[in-house]
């Protein structure tokens, strides 16, 4: 039996099978099976074996219909011609679906991110004892910093870095604190603080200030409680026991302070010596002890409770000494150990960038992150990596997967010892060289602790100093000043007992001609006023064509709006004692700026010698003679004067960074998303 319903069952299906299927036509086909679908005799198991080749005929043609039994449409769904076309459709859909996910994950991990608020636009480092008095004392202060954020935002500036504000009575321009959470009573209260913050992120700014982990001052409480070995303070700081010959203190070793001499200091009142790398008010903090740490990382967490934005974390390497306390080596092996009382006489092996520092660094990037995540909310870490080798300044990047600084800040240019265009590539290339994959690059031409820019090269570098700042890939940093191209002062006659060495960058802000330079009130000054003062401040500046000022505004305008500039490709071209040549150009934009800058005497160029085929006229998009601007150039020989730069526009289908003979001369660091085969760049972000 079972034997010929496989027959029956085979035979209609050969009926039935591979034809089009009509449609809903089961009554036209067989009518006499509708009458009474649920008639045993009309199921072909029980139909009589003589009734099998009427049926054969009657069912020829038929088609499988809406409403047939499921016994027999699966019979017919086993058949290659059905069942094929099925599988082939569902492991089209499976394929469709993992390569939509592929897809989707390779875009997300490709795509350049948006930039944030650190990278999008300049950082002007305020130092606020000389930027704006508002209470008529002399000393620059937080309100006077309020009142100046109108023209902060004409520099068209994204960040306010102010330098340190903490408590402190000592020398030595607030390094070192006596509390970290109180504003010393020179630059206001913690009011004025808040005031400030709300009215930075009123205007849209972002706000970072110092942190100094390395140390404090001897006034300091924790110091104090620690010389008396008050509870867990007792190893706040690195005491080591010293001996005494001849009243003579005998230190633990033969370390030496970045200011010179010891670096051990005897104190009386623990009879004990404690560590300093810098000055003897500046012990150093023990930071093997966890305490220790976890003070600093409060101290971040009070301020970035208060709205700041992000740190620069100063001195860094200085974090850790070794635990040995072996001596340092010599650099000159044949000088008397005695006579060894100058910083660069020792290499600093056991005193800088020890093991463990870098892990400290990234504990200090976790607390940050905490405060990160919600949007717009990034929290900014920068380290301060003054004297560094290149190879050790990029260790603040961190590693691949492990995030530290967003950047350590370049202090490279400042550093030049001559000015030319080799002297200014050399500075380039070494970074963008050595800079990880990924990561965002930065450029500062002053600080407080570097001479003024017209004083190291002379009034005639100032714009186009600017123009390279503004001109590079990554984020420019401008120290208060520089952009009307204040001068050094020479500081005599002041109250305070400081090594006026230290001095020569921080003198009041020229804001007019008026008496102390529009800078305050007060009848004398903390620092005297340059004397240029009549001529080189805001007021004068901002109303005249081809001043300092007025280029940088354009400048930085120009930075803000050309993609080309905060995220093309940079190409150097070429570079000679006098002058530095290279574009910035990227794909989706088939327009290239051509940035030609002379750092030496006049001299001539040819532009065509480094690219063939450049027409023979170019418009001069920005120049810094005013008078230029808008005018076209001869690219067979454009005559520059001293100090001369020009940013040049070409339009351009053959970018440089497609060829081969650029590879090495080109850098990018965070390229716009531009879809080649679409022809779309995508430039919201
Ligand atoms: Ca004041
Ligand atoms: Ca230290």
């Given at each position: 039996m079972a034997e010929d319903k496989n027959k029956r069952d085979s035979i209609e299906i050969r009926m039935k099978g591979c034809q089009a299927n009509n449609g809903f036509v089961q009554n036209e086909d067989i009518p006499e099976q509708d009458a009474d679908p649920g008639s045993p005799t009309d199921t072909p198991q029980h139909r009589p074996e003589g009734l099998h080749g009427a049926l054969e005929a009657d069912f020829k043609g038929i088609q499988p219909y809406a409403g047939m039994p499921k016994e027999v449409l699966f019979q017919f769904s086993g058949q290659a011609c059905y069942r094929l076309p099925r599988e082939i459709l569902f492991w089209l859909t499976v394929a469709s679906v993992l390569v939509l996910v592929g897809a989707t994950i390779a875009i997300i991990a490709i795509s350049p991110k948006c930039l944030d608020w650190w990278q999008a636009g300049p950082m002007y480092r305020i130092y606020p004892r000389s930027f704006k008095d508002s209470d008529k004392d002399g000393n620059g202060d937080l309100k006077g910093i309020?009142?100046?954020?109108?023209?902060?935002?004409?520099?068209?500036?994204?960040?306010?870095?102010?330098?340190?504000?903490?408590?402190?009575?000592?020398?030595?321009?607030?390094?070192?604190?006596?509390?970290?959470?109180?504003?010393?009573?020179?630059?206001?209260?913690?009011?004025?603080?808040?005031?400030?913050?709300?009215?930075?992120h009123d205007k849209g700014l972002k706000l970072i200030i110092d942190n100094i982990p390395n140390h404090t001052s001897d006034k300091h409480v924790w110091f104090q409680m620690s010389r008396t070995q008050t509870g867990k303070y007792t190893d706040y700081y690195i005491w080591r026991d010293c001996t005494h010959e001849n009243g003579i203190t005998i230190p633990p070793n033969n370390w030496v302070s970045v200011y010179g001499n010891s670096s051990w200091h005897f104190d009386e009142v623990r009879n004990q010596c404690y560590f300093h790398q810098f000055m003897k008010e500046q012990p150093d903090l023990n930071f093997r002890n966890p305490d220790v740490q976890e003070e600093i990382k409060e101290i971040m967490q009070f301020w970035l409770a208060k709205g700041v934005d992000g740190f620069s974390f100063d001195a860094v390497k200085f974090l850790l000494e070794a635990k040995h306390l072996r001596d340092e080596i010599q650099v000159n092996k044949t000088q008397i150990p005695s006579t060894v009382t100058h910083y660069s006489e020792?290499?600093?092996?056991?005193?800088?960038?020890?093991?463990?520092?870098?892990?400290?660094?990234?504990?200090?990037?976790?607390?940050?992150?905490?405060?990160?995540?919600?949007?717009?909310?990034?929290?900014?870490?920068?380290?301060?990596?003054?004297?560094?080798?290149?190879?050790?300044?990029?260790?603040?990047?961190?590693?691949?997967?492990?995030?530290?600084?967003?950047?350590?800040?370049?202090?490279?240019?400042?550093?030049?010892?001559?000015?030319?265009?080799n002297s200014v590539y050399e500075v380039i290339t070494s970074w963008m060289k050595n800079m990880p994959e990924g990561k965002w690059p930065n450029w500062m031409i002053g600080g407080p602790d570097n001479s003024r820019l017209t004083s190291r090269w002379g009034n005639e570098y100032v714009n186009t100093m600017h123009m390279l700042l503004f001109t590079l890939p990554g984020t420019p940093i401008t120290y208060y000043g520089e952009e009307i191209g204040m001068g050094n002062i020479v500081a005599t006659n002041i109250n305070e007992s400081y090594n006026t060495d230290t001095l020569l960058s921080k003198s009041p802000m020229q804001w007019d001609n008026s008496s102390n330079a529009g800078f305050s009130e007060a009848s004398h000054t903390w620092l005297p006023t340059h004397s240029d003062y009549h001529t080189v401040n805001v007021d004068a500046q901002k109303t005249q064509p081809g001043s300092a000022l007025k280029l940088y505004q354009e400048l930085s305008l120009l930075h803000a709006n050309e993609l080309l500039l905060s995220r093309g490709w940079f190409c150097l071209l070429r570079n000679d004692s006098h002058s530095v040549v290279y574009t910035r150009e990227l794909d989706g934009i088939n327009r290239v700026f051509i940035v030609v800058l002379n750092f030496g005497e006049s001299t001539l160029l040819n532009l065509q010698e480094m690219i063939s085929y450049l027409p023979s006229r170019l418009r001069i998009r920005l120049s810094t003679n005013s008078a230029k601007k808008g005018s076209e150039v001869d690219t067979r020989g454009i005559f520059l004067d001293k100090g001369e730069g020009l940013i040049l526009e070409h339009n351009m289908k053959n970018l440089l960074h497609h060829q081969t003979a650029f590879r090495d001369r080109c850098f990018v660091s965070s390229q716009a998303c531009y879809s080649s085969v679409l022809n779309i760049l995508y430039s919201v972000c």
């Open positions: 309020q009142d100046k954020l109108d023209y902060i935002t004409t520099l068209n500036i994204k960040t306010v870095w102010i330098t340190s504000f903490y408590k402190s009575s000592l020398k030595d321009f607030r390094y070192g604190v006596e509390d970290f959470r109180e504003i010393d009573p020179i630059f206001g209260t913690m009011k004025d603080f808040e005031n400030l913050v709300a009215a930075i020792l290499y600093h092996d056991f005193t800088t960038t020890q093991v463990g520092m870098h892990d400290i660094v990234r504990s200090f990037r976790q607390t940050m992150d905490q405060y990160s995540r919600e949007p717009g909310r990034y929290r900014f870490m920068g380290t301060e990596a003054n004297t560094e080798n290149i190879d050790r300044t990029m260790m603040y990047y961190g590693l691949p997967f492990v995030q530290e600084a967003d950047f350590p800040f370049n202090h490279y240019l400042t550093k030049l010892d001559t000015l030319s265009g």
